[in-house]
């Protein structure tokens, strides 16, 4: 394992740092001219990773393991810690956090580590181990802040587009939640009793999970889900105001396994998906086990490990973040009805 070199630097020092802040931000400005910064949307609007890839696109949100389009607030508990890149399009406070993992580093991968459009306020940030992106330096309020290597600094200027990816996520979510009214395909059956409720999702008939997605609506009070494993999933939560959120297990209800707390390889192929959402109640220390992709919601999240994407519109969280590739795609094929034959007349 190659040894991670941290660089502490206190607030007074950020104005020294001037000429290397503005260098960056030219640099930045430079690869925008070349189309860098233009990436393709495209590819996020069908596939949600690139886990194939050494490197992954910043537009799209999946890659981060949170992507905030408002404000971030990490209260005090089991957290101040991810694996992944964050992405917030309003005010963070993180309090005392740290970046450090074995992964491969966000910034050797083309993300920034730590993108704050608003106000960043923090005690210590330890071990950035990618750039740390602000629209001012100015924004900056905390005491000590240390990156992991001298290739990473503040960069100013915010190279997402925080509206255009909203606007992208709400269309992708809505998709998932029109597409589970009419066409789910899951199989669901139940258990449980005395307000305890299980649900167990199977595939149908002639489902290729090669290149199908297993979608359905999750019915409301589910306390444990158990889904295929290795099948690709979009379980669709409907309700403005959702105060449930169910144990995932992997396989059927004679068979299954819990999935690995401090994230599971599986976890990739399951998506949470929540367009109607504008409040999220996660039950404390519960884990969550796949993305979750409510682009309208504010979620409270205390404790437990979050294991992939978290996309929303404001978060209060103590959770500890594992970022997790996502292999579901958002294409939908609707079925199309055989034509009704033409009477011959008579």
């Not at 297993?214 to 105060?243: A, M, W």
């Not at 109640?281 to 682009?295: F, K, M, R, S």
């Amino acid at each position: 394992m190659t040894e991670e070199k941290t660089q502490k630097r206190t607030a007074g020092d950020r104005f020294g740092r001037w000429i290397r802040v503005l260098s960056c931000t030219l640099v930045i400005a430079f690869l925008g001219a070349q189309g860098i910064a233009a990436l393709p949307s495209g590819a996020a609007n069908d596939h949600l990773s690139n886990e194939s890839s050494s490197g992954l696109n910043p537009d799209n949100p999946f890659n981060y393991a949170l992507f905030c389009f408002g404000n971030l607030e990490v209260g005090g508990g089991q957290g101040h810690h991810s694996t992944g890149a964050f992405a917030i399009g309003g005010d963070a406070n993180f309090g005392d956090f740290s970046f450090a993992a074995s992964n491969a580093a966000p910034g050797e991968r083309g993300l920034s580590q730590l993108i704050v459009a608003g106000q960043l306020d923090f005690e210590v940030l330890n071990t950035l181990r990618g750039n740390l992106e602000v629209s001012s330096v100015s924004n900056i309020h905390g005491s000590t802040y240390g990156f992991s290597s001298d290739a990473y600094h503040i960069v100013e200027g915010i190279t997402v587009s925080f509206g255009d990816r909203k606007a992208a996520m709400v269309s992708r979510a809505n998709s998932a939640n029109s597409f589970a009214q009419t066409n789910s395909n899951a199989i669901l059956s139940k258990q449980g009793g005395g307000g305890w409720l299980e649900v167990e999702a199977k595939t149908p008939a002639g489902f290729d999970a090669s290149k199908d997605v297993l979608i359905f609506n999750l019915p409301e009070g589910t306390n444990k889900l158990y889904v295929p494993e290795g099948v690709n999933v979009i379980i669709n939560v409907r309700g403005d105001s959702v105060n449930y959120f169910p144990q995932l297990m992997y396989g059927s209800f004679n068979s299954a396994s819990t999935p690995n707390d401090g994230g599971d390889d599986r976890d990739r192929h399951v998506v949470w998906n929540f367009a109607e959402a504008k409040s999220i109640y996660v039950p404390d220390n519960l884990a969550i086990h796949g993305a979750v992709l409510a682009p309208n919601a504010y979620i409270q999240k205390l404790g437990g490990n979050t294991n992939g994407a978290v996309i929303c519109a404001s978060i209060f969280t103590t959770s500890e973040f594992h970022t997790i590739s996502n292999s579901v795609k958002y294409n939908f094929t609707t079925p199309t009805p055989a034509p009704t034959a033409t009477p011959v007349p008579t």
